[in-house]
Structure formats: C-alpha cells, structure tokens
C-alpha cells in the first residue's frame, strides 16, 4: 500500500485494501462502494446542500438554482459570454444560454453586441440584477455560516483549499462547455 492509500484509509476508512490483505495486492473492486469515493460524497453533499438551499435560501427569488449562479458569475466577474460563462462554472454552453434568455426576459441581465465577434453576445448584470444577486448572497452566506459552524473554521477554510486545488486540478478541460452536437 502506497502512502497515499494509507493517508485515505486513515483519512476515510475507504477500502484501499482490506484488513488481512497484503500490501500492494490488488484491490477487490467487490469490496468497494459508491460511499467509497469522495467524487460521490461530493455529488451527494451538493444535491443535499442544493436542495436545502432552494427551500430556505432561494424562495422568493423566481428563478432556479442554475440561473441565480449565472448572476453571482455575473457578479464577481462583471460581464461575459455564454461560452466563456460556461467553460468558467463548468457548465454546458446550452444550460448557460438557456438561463441566459431568461435572465434577459425578467430584466436582471442586458445582452450587448460583441463588437469583436457579430455571432456573440455580451451579458453583463443590469441594476435589478445586481440587486437581486446581492440579496441571494447574502442569504447564501447564512449557509455558509452554518457549515462553518458545523465543521469548525479550521477544518472549513482547509475543506475551502481542498476543494479549489481539485477543482484547478481536475477543472482543466474545454470539453465541458461544450455539448455532444457543438462544433470545437
């Protein structure tokens, strides 16, 4: 067993290799589970925390989860494209785009030429927007608090570092801004 698979079998309890089984024999996928795996633990713990949040933090807002996320991207980062939106939160071009034609229609986004591409458009945060997204953060941080709370600040701010270095790591592709029919 390498020190890597020891760090998760301590860090975890994941099955790197079972009691009584030799080190470096390989791995029985029989034995594993979904539990197994913190890909799944974190797919698990954001349908939870989505859920959660669109019932205690979201109500009131009219849009769903997705859109309210486009206007915090909006937020933070002033204006943008759809493609450009989509490959930054790792997003399909198509979801941002829907989201996008109903964020114009409600006012919260104006869409702009782009002067350097006639085929693209430039979204950015109108007034209403900026103040709704400020309301959704705020509320958003009543979340954050919470889990704060029940991790600690410490094991917080590294689960924060943790997840950002993953998230570099494995968020490197261009190939999820895109869907199956796009062309490159």
């Known amino acids: 067993m390498s020190d890597t698979d020891e760090t998760i079998e ?3 309890g994941t099955p790197v ?4 089984t030799p080190a470096g024999a390989p ?3 029989g034995q594993l589970r979904n539990e197994d795996f913190i890909s799944y633990k ?3 713990l954001s349908r939870i925390m989505d859920r959660s949040g669109e019932r205690r933090f979201l109500t009131g807002f009219g849009l769903p989860l997705t859109a309210l996320r486009i206007l915090g991207h909006l937020h933070s980062h002033g204006e943008g494209r759809v493609l450009g939106i989509a490959r930054a939160m790792h997003m399909l071009g198509s979801q941002v785009s829907k989201s996008m034609v109903e964020l114009v229609e409600h006012g919260l986004v104006a869409k702009s030429p782009d002067q350097n591409d006639r085929r693209s458009a430039i979204f950015a945060l109108t ?3 900026r103040a709704m997204v400020e309301g959704v953060l705020s509320r958003a941080m009543v979340k954050q608090r919470e889990v704060a709370g029940v991790v600690g600040a410490e094991r917080y701010r590294i689960l924060g570092e943790c997840l950002d ?5 494995y968020g490197g592709t261009d190939d999820v801004a895109r869907d199956p029919g796009e062309g490159g």
């Open 165 to 169: 270095l993953l998230i570099a790591h």
């Open 17 to 20: 290799a079972r009691e009584g």
């Open 27 to 29: 791995l029985d996928p």
């Open 10 to 12: 301590r860090a975890e």
């Open 127 to 129: 007034p209403e927007g």
């Open 42 to 44: 974190v797919s698990v």
